[in-house]
């Protein structure tokens, strides 16, 4: 019998929420509908009327009509979704801290990486020199940074690339769930979302189109499923947990007091934590001068807590922090770990983590390597 490790204390919610109660349910009731979306008889409208109120709950949360809503299998088909349309004649302006599914996307086409701030924000005269040099481009910059909850001044941006002409898609996968998001306020042209951030299942996601946004091509051609912007017969269950899941965290506590404490003991214990300014309110990346990221994050595993070194996207792969370097922090990037609160995290996991990383022993941050 395979017997599974028991993670006493989970802190890694960037890469994966908790599950939340409601959204188990959800997907529950979904799974004993037998009927296909599309199909016209009761069984089919059964499952479609799941659908749509998936869609119009998803929409209402970020000030959207259900008719924007594309959902699709996650955050990374849904950017590269936005990033593969909205870029059809254009130049890709892509801020230095953005996920590797925006950045890998980008790498394809004709694409200028926008600098950012030793606080992580996007330098917004940067921004608006590179779009005289390129006006009307696409502008894809992330709500909140996956590594160190930094905010992005969106609204700004948004301004700045209206003036030029420009189309702004904004990342906001690590933000959804945790931060109040209204995409008119915003400004941006395009959203993208994904279920299982903020404690929906894995395999849902979504693209919120704005009115500003021309039409969408899609990726997977198919039978014409979600207003022919995306193929494929919908994924009902993760679909319906994701928008109960929404809900959920519409209504979760803040997790800022927790956040602070623990930055606060964590500096007391000599960390260094990276990144200034507006952050979200479950996120810390600490660093350790001198003490390599990986092995850090197993001497914490071993004591029953499970954080990480940058993101959880990279199938193991040890690489530097680009986010790090690109706020200027290469002495950092080999030696810092994300700490990131779930929407369940007690006082006494913090207790726990403060315990667990004060007592764990130095080790040597050799070529400023991190588990990415």
């Known amino acids: 019998?395979?017997?599974?490790?028991?993670?006493?204390?989970?802190?890694?919610?960037?890469?994966?929420?908790?599950?939340?109660?409601?959204?188990?349910?959800a997907v529950l009731r979904a799974m004993d509908v037998t009927g296909n979306p599309s199909s016209i008889h009761a069984a089919g409208r059964d499952a479609w009327n799941i659908l749509?109120?998936?869609?119009?709950?998803?929409?209402?949360?970020?000030?959207?009509?259900?008719?924007d809503v594309v959902f699709t299998s996650g955050g990374t088909e849904a950017n590269a979704l936005a990033v593969y349309s909205l870029a059809t004649g254009r130049h890709v302006l892509v801020g230095a801290t953005e996920h590797d599914?925006?950045?890998?996307?980008s790498d394809r086409l004709d694409h200028s990486v926008l600098p950012v701030l030793p606080s992580g924000q996007v330098d917004l005269g940067a921004l608006?020199?590179?779009?005289?040099?390129?006006?009307?481009?696409?502008?894809?910059l992330m709500l909140a940074n996956n590594e160190t909850g930094?905010?992005?001044?969106?609204?700004?941006?948004?301004?700045?690339?209206?003036?030029?002409?420009?189309?702004?898609?904004?990342?906001?996968?690590?933000?959804?769930?945790?931060?109040?998001?209204?995409?008119?306020?915003?400004?941006?042209?395009?959203?993208?979302?994904?279920?299982?951030?903020?404690?929906?299942?894995?395999?849902?996601?979504?693209?919120?189109?704005?009115?500003?946004?021309?039409?969408?091509?899609?990726?997977?051609?198919?039978?014409?499923?979600?207003?022919?912007?995306?193929g494929g017969t919908s994924a009902l269950p993760a679909i319906a947990g994701f928008a109960?899941?929404?809900?959920?965290a519409a209504r979760a506590a803040d997790l800022a007091p927790l956040r602070d404490r623990l930055e606060l003991e964590a500096v007391a214990a000599g960390a260094t934590v990276c990144g200034a300014g507006e952050r979200l309110p479950n996120t810390t990346c600490l660093a350790r001068p001198g003490r390599r990221a990986d092995t850090q994050v197993i001497q914490l595993d071993l004591a029953g807590i499970a954080v990480s070194a940058g993101a959880a996207c990279s199938s193991g792969?040890?690489?530097?922090?680009?986010?790090?370097?690109?706020?200027?922090?290469?002495?950092?990037?080999?030696?810092?770990?994300?700490?990131?609160?779930?929407?369940?995290?007690?006082?006494?996991?913090?207790?726990?983590?403060?315990?667990?990383?004060?007592?764990?022993?130095?080790?040597?941050?050799a070529s400023g390597m991190q588990a990415a």
């Not at 590179?130 to 696409?138: G, T, V």
């Open 1 to 25: 019998m395979q017997v599974l490790h028991r993670t006493l204390i989970y802190l890694d919610a960037n890469a994966t929420e908790p599950l939340r109660p409601q959204a188990r349910m």
């Open 52 to 67: 749509e109120s998936a869609r119009k709950t998803v929409a209402g949360h970020f000030g959207a009509k259900p008719g």
């Open 101 to 105: 599914a925006v950045r890998a996307a």
């Open 128 to 140: 608006d020199a590179a779009l005289r040099r390129h006006p009307h481009a696409l502008v894809c």
């Open 150 to 230: 930094v905010l992005h001044p969106i609204e700004e941006a948004a301004r700045i690339c209206h003036a030029h002409g420009a189309l702004l898609h904004v990342d906001a996968v690590q933000a959804a769930g945790r931060i109040d998001i209204c995409l008119p306020d915003l400004g941006a042209d395009s959203l993208a979302l994904s279920g299982h951030k903020l404690g929906g299942p894995k395999g849902a996601g979504a693209l919120i189109l704005a009115g500003s946004a021309p039409p969408v091509a899609p990726l997977i051609a198919g039978g014409g499923q979600e207003r022919g912007r995306r």
């Open 244 to 248: 109960a899941a929404l809900e959920a």
């Open 317 to 365: 792969k040890v690489a530097r922090s680009h986010v790090l370097e690109a706020m200027g922090l290469t002495d950092l990037a080999g030696c810092a770990i994300r700490v990131s609160l779930p929407w369940n995290a007690m006082p006494a996991d913090i207790d726990g983590f403060v315990q667990a990383y004060a007592a764990a022993r130095p080790s040597v941050c």
